[in-house]
């Protein structure tokens, strides 16, 4: 079984640029994450999907900070103007469902951005 | 207030000991999921162990065990007989029901190395 694909791995971009990562969750998974994490902490957060819907955007930083998951599969985050402090290793992830007590959650391998 | 506390930033162990990386937690719900992460250098995160709080029994997966003390709100994992390449960062993290979607909050992580 596939897992979780992510691309770019890496991305190094000056600020005030734009940038967009993307997430091929595994298949079937219905829903799915984008964690943000900051050197030395752990993930957090930023939007989770539902199918195709929004289910905690409340971390998203809107202003600069969006996501779509258009057909309910793959994602794209996008980052519009990047500053220095987004900096940091995005973490997509997906699971089965919603269901509390489900603990697969499957992790890509991450994009890490600097931006200088 | 941190949701999840793992007091150690980094911990040595040599090859063959066991260890016990620390985990505190804060939660006003009866009912959530502990969960034990670990994330090497190439930085994908593996999941290790899921502990549900009406779980009666301590978790264990191989040489991983979860020490879970409800009253103390502690869930402390085990790793027994280290081995080198058990040499990672490893988070701690906990979801609630009553957060709007079923995302993990994690700690700030351990760091664990493990010499010859």
């Known amino acids: 079984e596939a897992g979780v694909a992510q691309s770019p791995r890496y991305k190094i971009i000056e600020k005030r640029q734009s940038v967009a990562f993307w997430c091929n969750p595994i298949?079937?998974?219905?829903?799915l994450y984008w964690y943000q994490q900051i050197l030395g902490q752990g993930p957090k957060l930023l939007i989770q999907f539902q199918n195709n819907g929004v289910v905690d955007d409340s971390q998203l930083p809107k202003d600069r900070f969006s996501a779509e998951r258009l057909k309910g599969v793959d994602s794209t985050l996008k980052i519009q103007p990047a500053k220095l402090e987004d900096s940091a290793v995005y973490l997509c992830a997906s699971s089965l469902n919603l269901q509390l007590n489900s603990y697969e959650q499957y992790f890509g391998p991450g994009t890490r951005l600097t931006v200088t | 207030a941190q949701k999840i506390t793992q007091t150690q930033p980094g911990m040595f162990v040599q090859e063959k000991e066991a260890v016990t990386l620390d985990c505190t937690y804060d939660t006003s719900d009866q009912s959530y999921g502990l969960f034990w992460y670990k994330q090497p250098s190439s930085g994908e995160m593996i999941f290790l162990i899921y502990q549900g709080s009406y779980d009666e029994q301590n978790a264990t997966e191989g040489r991983y065990s979860l020490n879970f003390q409800k009253a103390r709100k502690s869930a402390n994992l085990v790793i027994s007989a280290s081995q080198l390449g058990d040499s990672a960062m490893y988070f701690c993290?906990?979801?609630?029901?009553?957060?709007?979607?079923?995302?993990?909050?994690f700690g700030k992580g351990t760091t664990l190395s493990v010499s010859s």
């Open positions: 298949s079937g998974h219905a829903t």
């Open positions: 993290a906990m979801r609630e029901p009553n957060q709007a979607g079923t995302a993990l909050i």
